[in-house]
């Protein structure tokens, strides 16, 4: 969403902030924190990542309709590198 421009960085950075107190209450403590740290782990991983199946057929599938209707595609392309998975 952020990548869309509908929420801004403090935003973010609250939704992270509670996304890591859940993920503690689960037992998980190493949760990037901030949009910067996000944005760190995802520059770190990122010659591993790959689009999934799934998420290569839904890009094609909702291209045409989104291109011709917003005229974005480059929302469809974030959509896609949001959509990766690791091999």
């Given amino acids: ?6 929420i ?8 992270l902030t509670e996304q890591v107190r ?8 190493d949760l990037p924190a901030t949009r910067t740290e ?3 782990s995802f520059a770190a991983v990122h010659p ?3 689009a999934s199946p799934v998420a290569t057929t839904a890009v094609h599938a909702m291209t ?13 392309r ?9 091999r």
Wanted: charge should be positive; aromatic fraction near 2%.
């Fill in 1 to 6: 969403m952020r990548g869309l421009g509908l």
């Fill in 8 to 15: 801004n960085t403090g935003t973010a950075d609250r939704f």
């Fill in 22 to 29: 859940a993920g503690a209450l689960l037992g998980t403590n």
């Fill in 38 to 40: 996000v944005e760190s």
């Fill in 48 to 50: 591993e990542l790959v």
């Fill in 64 to 76: 045409p309709r989104a291109a011709a209707t917003s005229g974005r595609r480059s929302v469809i």
């Fill in 78 to 86: 974030s959509l896609v590198i949001h959509s990766l998975v690791i």
